[in-house]
């Protein structure tokens, strides 16, 4: 453990703006990773803040940011009632900044990372939805990373079956999502998906092209 990997609680809590207790209420509810006793992952501090602007923005329930995801793809979301489509269509076409769609979208999925064995990695990747970054003109990862979706009923038995182990710095993420998972399948594919994910790497690269593929969505849809 290196104080480059890992943060105290309090250096936490400076780190996102907020007070000891709250840090260690993040910790206890998984928004954040603890990864031992007064001890918290770097890497999902940073995710954390990026996924969700400290500000009184409010996510949108998980099959209205899906909806959202489709609009902006240009397909359907016919799961929604024509009010509430009305309302999410008049929402997006008033959206002007990227934070305020990351912060919107957040709770399509929960972010989950592991650690897996590299036996297990193709039986992996035939059973998670992986996002499609060549739709952001990226090349598909080569390396023994996964960052797909997967249906959260199918969590348990994926980690089961695969010996799955839970780990902040795992090589494997898994975005699971309790939506419609052929809904999911299908809009995974998009560029917007893609975007979505990248928006909130910590890889600075990714960060900056999710951003300009997700403004560009914004202004076209407008």
């Given at each position: 453990?290196?104080?480059?990997?890992?943060l105290?609680?309090?250096?936490?809590?400076?780190?996102?703006?907020?007070?000891?207790?709250?840090?260690?209420?993040?910790?206890?509810?998984?928004?954040?990773?603890?990864?031992?006793?007064?001890?918290?992952?770097?890497?999902?501090?940073?995710?954390?803040?990026?996924?969700?602007?400290?500000?009184?923005?409010?996510?949108?329930a998980?099959?209205?940011?899906?909806?959202?995801?489709?609009?902006?793809?240009?397909?359907?979301?016919?799961?929604?009632?024509?009010?509430?489509?009305?309302?999410?269509r008049?929402?997006?076409?008033?959206?002007?900044e990227?934070?305020?769609?990351?912060t919107?979208?957040?709770?399509?999925?929960q972010?989950?990372?592991?650690?897996?064995?590299?036996?297990?990695?193709?039986r992996?990747?035939e059973v998670?939805?992986?996002?499609?970054?060549r739709?952001?003109?990226?090349?598909?990862?080569?390396?023994?990373?996964?960052?797909?979706?997967?249906?959260?009923s199918?969590?348990d038995?994926?980690?089961?079956?695969?010996?799955?182990r839970?780990?902040?710095?795992?090589?494997v993420?898994?975005?699971?999502?309790?939506?419609d998972?052929?809904?999911?399948?299908?809009?995974?594919?998009?560029?917007?998906?893609?975007?979505?994910?990248?928006?909130?790497?910590?890889?600075?690269?990714?960060?900056?092209?999710?951003?300009?593929?997700?403004?560009?969505?914004?202004?076209?849809?407008?």
């Amino acid at each position: 453990m290196t104080s480059r990997e890992f943060l105290t609680i309090e250096e936490t809590a400076n780190a996102l703006g907020v007070s000891a207790r709250h840090a260690r209420r993040l910790a206890d509810t998984g928004a954040i990773d603890r990864v031992a006793r007064g001890l918290v992952d770097r890497g999902s501090v940073d995710r954390y803040l990026q996924s969700q602007r400290m500000g009184r923005t409010r996510a949108w329930a998980e099959h209205t940011a899906w909806g959202a995801v489709a609009m902006l793809a240009g397909q359907d979301a016919d799961w929604l009632g024509a009010t509430q489509a009305s309302r999410l269509r008049q929402s997006l076409r008033e959206l002007t900044e990227v934070d305020d769609l990351l912060t919107r979208t957040r709770d399509r999925a929960q972010v989950r990372t592991f650690e897996a064995h590299r036996a297990a990695l193709p039986r992996l990747r035939e059973v998670v939805a992986l996002s499609n970054t060549r739709a952001l003109g990226l090349t598909d990862a080569v390396d023994a990373t996964i960052d797909g979706y997967l249906a959260a009923s199918d969590l348990d038995r994926i980690s089961r079956d695969l010996s799955l182990r839970a780990d902040p710095t795992g090589p494997v993420t898994l975005r699971v999502t309790g939506f419609d998972f052929e809904q999911v399948r299908a809009l995974v594919d998009t560029s917007v998906v893609a975007a979505l994910d990248a928006a909130t790497s910590t890889d600075p690269r990714l960060r900056g092209v999710g951003r300009r593929v997700l403004a560009d969505s914004l202004e076209a849809y407008r």
